[in-house]
């Protein structure tokens, strides 16, 4: 069974940093595309980043035009874990953020974790 185990998440500054790490349980890590969406109290998940593997040992990032910039995606394979690297916090970045992920043939993400909490004070 696929499990995914976010951290990092909690209370910053306007201006600060966090970064937030996603342990994922699941055999050719290297190949899934993995991504952070973010969603807050009755509104829609919004996608915040991917990380995708495109042939050898070369990946894509993709951000949505609200973090460009400012945060970050990346992977250790060696650790089956994806980081969100988050800097420039800003109050409208508070949001539960989750980690997802899909095999490569697949169209949508069918693994996800179960969030974590990140509030940015003004």
């Known amino acids: 069974q696929v499990q995914l185990v976010e951290s990092g998440g909690g209370l910053v500054q306007a201006g600060g940093s966090l970064r937030l790490s996603c342990a994922i349980s699941?055999?050719?890590?290297?190949?899934?595309?993995t991504a952070w969406f973010r969603q807050a109290p009755g509104k829609e998940r919004e996608f915040v980043a991917a990380?995708?593997?495109?042939?050898?040992?070369?990946?894509?990032?993709d951000y949505a035009d609200s973090v460009k910039g400012r945060f970050t995606i990346s992977r250790d394979n060696g650790k089956n874990t994806v980081y969100l690297q988050m800097n420039s916090l800003q109050p409208e970045d508070t949001d539960i953020y989750y980690c997802?992920?899909?095999?490569?043939?697949?169209?949508?993400?069918?693994?996800w974790g179960q969030g974590t909490q990140v509030t940015v004070s003004s």
């Open positions: 699941v055999r050719a890590f290297s190949f899934y595309t």
């Open positions: 990380h995708s593997w495109t042939g050898g040992v070369t990946y894509l990032a």
């Open positions: 997802a992920a899909r095999a490569r043939e697949s169209r949508q993400y069918e693994f």
